[in-house]
């Protein structure tokens, strides 16, 4: 994992232009391998936000945006924490600490047991 500080990085392209941070993820379709990240902030000081890094870390993990300002995955500087809550802690010892083998996000157990595609997804949060 990479963090920069690049405020012309193509991956703001697809976001509001308030967007201060984003996460580019290489992640193999096979397993959901996360081969590589990368945090990109257009400032220094927006990296320095309270929450922030954090924030772009969750989704290095892999974790999508909350809808609940208690999260640290609400996506504004609204949010009313710094760390990740328990729902999220929770679901990150789900993802990590209980997925079985050969699960790739969303866990459907349809894809046990099928061969990997050896296509390499580029994901932006």
Avoid: C, W
């Avoid at 300002?69 to 609204?78: G, H, K, V």
Wanted: glycine content about 8%.
């Amino acid at each position: 994992m990479t963090i920069v500080i690049d405020p012309s990085n193509p991956g703001f392209a697809p976001f509001p232009t308030d967007v201060i941070g984003v996460t580019l993820s290489q992640v193999a379709d096979a397993d959901a391998h996360i081969l590589s990240s990368q945090i990109v902030f257009k400032t220094e000081a927006d990296r320095r936000l309270p929450g922030s890094l954090a924030h772009e870390f969750g989704h290095v993990l892999g974790l999508s945006h909350s809808p609940r300002p208690q999260d640290l995955m609400f996506p504004t500087t609204a949010r009313t924490t710094l760390t990740f809550s328990a729902d999220e802690r929770v679901l990150l010892t789900m993802m990590y600490a209980h997925r079985r083998p050969g699960q790739v996000a969303p866990d459907n157990d349809q894809a046990l047991g099928q061969a990997g595609t050896g296509v390499i997804r580029l994901i932006a949060n």
